[in-house]
């Protein structure tokens, strides 16, 4: 007699979708990908996808949230670490390289289709940024940076990963991919100066 196959939990049929969503779209674009291709793709109905998301979109933003850096962050604010502010941020530069390295399809699927998409530059900007920037400004505090204003601190947080997305990102849509120790002394410059100009 046949095996049973065992029912996926809610969470691992969202995950499912989650991971279909993020092959098709970067394969054929946020628009022009149905979400009658993403349950085909997914090996479910249109029904299945409704049951854990409105709308296409809400997928998307799906896509984004789970493929960030947003879990890894939240990794980062729970260790407790006694390491100076330079070694955290430099930290934060590795770990936020190799995940842009694991999920370039989604790097690049949000920079094709942010500019037809608004509510997508929205989601990006007014969830996940500020969600991120919040997380590493209240780790920072906790432990190295307490005496530092918090304006002061998060406009450092943006331009550390405003300097990250140019470097490791869209130099490489241009053709331009640093090589791994230039990348790693581009991380360790960004370090030290962030870290020096907040002590100053």
């Known amino acids: 007699m046949a095996e049973k196959r065992r029912r996926l939990t809610g969470e691992e049929r969202r995950e499912t979708i989650l991971e279909a969503a993020l092959a098709l779209f970067s394969e ?12 085909a793709r997914a090996g ?6 409704y049951r854990h998301f409105r ?3 809400e997928v998307l933003q799906g896509v984004l949230e789970h493929y960030t850096f947003l879990p890894e962050l939240r990794r980062f604010a ?13 930290e934060l530069g590795r770990n936020w390289r190799r995940l842009a390295m694991e999920t370039r399809p989604l790097f690049a699927l ?5 500019h037809r998409e608004p509510d997508l530059a929205h989601t990006l900007r007014d969830g996940l940024v500020r969600q991120a920037v919040t997380l590493v400004v209240r780790a920072l505090r906790a432990r190295a940076a307490a005496d530092v204003p918090v304006e002061r601190l998060e ?6 990963f405003s300097s990250l997305l140019w470097h490791f990102v869209l ?4 053709g331009a991919e640093p090589k791994p120790e230039q990348a790693e002394a581009r991380m360790q410059a960004g370090a030290d100066l962030i870290a020096r100009a907040l002590r100053e």
């Open 28 to 39: 054929r674009g946020f628009t022009a990908a149905t979400t009658r291709e993403l349950a």
């Open 44 to 49: 479910i109905t249109e029904a299945v996808i």
């Open 55 to 57: 709308s296409k979109a």
């Open 78 to 90: 729970e260790v407790p670490t006694d390491a100076p502010l330079r070694d955290q941020f430099l």
């Open 110 to 114: 949000f920079l094709s289709e942010m």
């Open 155 to 160: 406009t450092a947080v943006r331009l550390f």
């Open 171 to 174: 130099e490489e849509r241009m």
